[in-house]
C-alpha cells in the first residue's frame, strides 16, 4: 500500500492520478491533497479519499509544510509554473519518491534539485519522459546515441512565422491531442514546452544536448525513443492517455494492470513523422541556449514564458511576441555566480518584470 500526496490535486494531473488510486484501493492511500485555488472540488476530493482538513490544503507554501510532516512514499508533484520548485525540493529532502509531472521545477532549480536527488528518487510524469525512463531499460546509458523526443506539432505544425503572428488565444488553446491547462497547451503551441522538455531530459537523464533530438509525431501514439550506438532505436508507444505515465510515476518500475487501452494492431495505423522547423518555432533554440548556458537562465526562460503567456491571453501581445519577449529578455540576463535558491527566484522576480515592462512597450 502506497501512501500518495497529490500536488495539484484539481488540476489534470491530479484528477486523473485520483482516478487511478479510486481504481486501486488495494495498492494506495491518499496522504495529502494540495490544491491551486479550487477549494471546493479539493473539499469533495478530501471526503471522498478520507483525507482530513489539515492534509488537504491549498497553494505551494502549504504543500511544503504539508509534505514535511506527512508520513507518505509518493509525492506527485502536479502543481504548473516554477511554484513547483519548493514542493520538489521538500519531497526531495523528506527522502520522498517524487512523482515529477512539474517540470518547471526541475528546469529553474537544475543542479538545486539533481544534488538532492537520490538514484532513482525523481521518476517523470511527463509522457515523453517516462518514454523515455521506459526506452532506457533496454540498454546501459554508456550505448545511449541519443534521445528522441515527440512533439505533436500543436495546433500550427507546418505554419510560417507570418501564419504564426496571426493566432488568437482561442486557436492556441484548440490542442489537437491533449486536453491541458491554459499555460501547458500555450507552451505546446509555441513549443516552449518541448523546450522545456529538452532540459529536462538532459537533467533526468544526464545526456548531452547535442545528443538529444525532437521530431513531429502528430499521431502522439509514439511517445518518444532512444537510439542506441548499435543503429538501434527503442520506442514507447500507447494512445495519448496520461494516465499510463502517472501511474507508472506512481508505482515505478512496477506497473498496473488495465491503466490505458494499447494500440490496437487489428486496425490499421498510419505514423508520421516530421522535422521540426527550428526557425519557425525559436522557442527550440532558445531552449538549448539557456540549458547550455545553465545558471539561471532557464530559470529566466520560463519565467519570462509564464508572463508572456499571460499577457498575450490578456490581448497585450501577439502570439509570436510570446518567444520574442522569451529572447529579449533573455539576452538582458546577467546571472549570479552561484546558483541558490535565493539566486532563483532573484532571477525568476528580474524576468517576470523584464518581461512585463517589455510588453508594456509593445
Same mark, same amino acid.
Given at each position: 500500500?502506497? *501512501? ?42 478530501? #471526503?471522498?479519499?478520507?483525507?482530513? @482538513?489539515?492534509?488537504?490544503? =491549498? ?43 512539474? #517540470? ?36 546501459? *546509458? ?6 528522441? =523526443? ?5 495546433? $500550427?505544425?507546418? $505554419? ?58 502528430? @499521431? ?44 490496437? $494492431? ?15 518555432? =525559436?522557442?527550440?533554440?532558445?531552449? *538549448? ?35 520574442? =519577449? ?5 539576452? *538582458?540576463? @546577467? ?28
Amino acid at each position: 500500500m502506497k *501512501r500518495i500526496i497529490v500536488l495539484g490535486s484539481t488540476g489534470s494531473i491530479g484528477t486523473q492520478a485520483l482516478e487511478i488510486i479510486a481504481s486501486n484501493p488495494d495498492k494506495f492511500e491518499v496522504a495529502g491533497l494540495v490544491a491551486n485555488r479550487n477549494s471546493e472540488l479539493l473539499d469533495q476530493q478530501a #471526503k471522498k479519499f478520507g483525507v482530513s @482538513q489539515e492534509k488537504a490544503v =491549498i497553494g505551494a507554501d502549504a504543500a511544503v509544510e504539508l509534505i514535511e510532516n506527512t508520513e507518505a512514499d509518493v509525492v506527485l508533484n502536479g502543481i504548473t509554473g516554477s511554484v513547483g520548485l519548493k514542493p520538489t525540493i521538500a519531497a526531495l529532502k523528506t527522502g520522498k519518491r517524487l512523482a515529477l509531472a512539474n #517540470k518547471e521545477s526541475l528546469i529553474v532549480g537544475g543542479h538545486l534539485v539533481t544534488a538532492l536527488a537520490a538514484p532513482g528518487q525523481i521518476v517523470p510524469v511527463d509522457s515523453e519522459h517516462s518514454a523515455l525512463a521506459q526506452c532506457l531499460l533496454s540498454g546501459n *546509458r554508456s550505448e545511449v546515441a541519443k534521445l528522441i =523526443i515527440t512533439a505533436s506539432g500543436g495546433p $500550427f505544425r507546418g $505554419f510560417t512565422k507570418e501564419q504564426l503572428a496571426q493566432v488568437t488565444p482561442a486557436q492556441a488553446l484548440k490542442h489537437p491531442t491533449w486536453n491541458m491547462g491554459k499555460v501547458v497547451t500555450t507552451n505546446s503551441a509555441t513549443m516552449v514546452n518541448k523546450g522545456l522538455e529538452i532540459i529536462e531530459a538532459h537533467l533526468l537523464f544526464g545526456v548531452p544536448f547535442d545528443q538529444i533530438a525532437v521530431t513531429v509525431h502528430p @499521431q502522439s501514439v509514439v511517445h518518444s525513443m532512444v537510439e542506441f550506438i548499435d543503429g538501434s532505436i527503442i520506442a514507447q508507444c500507447s494512445p495519448p492517455d496520461m494516465k499510463l505515465p502517472i501511474a507508472l510515476g506512481l508505482t515505478w518500475p512496477d506497473r498496473i494492470d488495465a491503466v490505458s487501452p494499447p494500440v490496437d $494492431f487489428t486496425k490499421s495505423h498510419s505514423w508520421q513523422f516530421d522535422p521540426l522547423d527550428e526557425e519557425v518555432f =525559436i522557442a527550440i533554440r532558445l531552449a *538549448r541556449q539557456v540549458g547550455k548556458a545553465g545558471s539561471t537562465y532557464p530559470a529566466v526562460y520560463n519565467a519570462a514564458n509564464e508572463e508572456a503567456v499571460e499577457a498575450f491571453h490578456e490581448g497585450k501581445i501577439g502570439f509570436t511576441a510570446i518567444t520574442e =519577449i522569451i529572447e529579449a529578455v533573455i539576452e *538582458r540576463h @546577467q546571472p549570479q555566480s552561484e546558483l541558490t535558491l535565493q539566486s532563483v527566484l532573484a532571477a525568476e522576480s528580474w524576468a517576470r518584470e523584464t518581461a512585463n515592462n517589455l510588453t508594456a512597450k509593445r
